[in-house]
């Protein structure tokens, strides 16, 4: 994965109705969190508004993975989607990436007024679990998937549901 990570996050749209922040920078010592876009929420496809973010290693224009952040209450996200979500490039994995990225946006996550929030992953991906486990989340329940979920579709069938208390 490969990208201007120092370019992403200009000429980004207006934001709608949502008040959208800056974030700042977010960096840890090899790992920069680069905003590359917001999305305001859409009441019809039953969207909240969202943070994408690449994360970069510093000083360089690899990217290594993303994150995201819903940045508004919703009970599906409660339930089966979560406020967060990661990605890690193969290549990368093992570094923590992932953990440090959610840890460098909690503080822009609490601007938002959360005071927890939930983060969801299959039960057998057992990276992620560690990841919300390494970041004192607390393993709620694992939930079975509605075939209404469009995850279910994709072939999931179970989430795993952490909450995380800010």
């Known amino acids: ?40 929420p859409d009441p019809a496809k039953d969207w909240v508004a969202a943070y994408d973010f690449a994360l970069c290693q510093t000083g360089t224009d690899d990217a290594v993975g993303n994150v995201s952040f819903r940045a508004q209450p919703h009970p599906m996200l409660e339930l089966y989607r979560g406020h ?23 503080p822009f996550i609490r601007v938002h007024g959360f005071s927890a929030i939930w983060i969801t992953c299959n039960p057998t991906n057992w990276p992620s679990r560690r990841t919300c486990e390494r970041l004192g989340a607390t393993l709620v329940e694992i939930v079975p998937l509605p075939p209404s979920e469009e995850m279910y579709a994709k072939g999931d069938r179970e989430k795993c549901r952490y909450r995380l208390d800010l």
């Open 1 to 40: 994965m490969s990208c201007l990570c120092a370019k992403l996050g200009r000429g980004m749209p207006a934001p709608s109705e949502f008040p959208f922040r800056d974030p700042g920078p977010l960096i840890d010592h090899d790992l920069s969190v680069v905003l590359k876009r917001r999305t305001p």
């Open 84 to 106: 967060i979500g990661y990605n890690v490039d193969p290549n990368y994995r093992g570094r923590h990436f992932a953990e440090r990225a959610v840890r460098l946006l909690l």
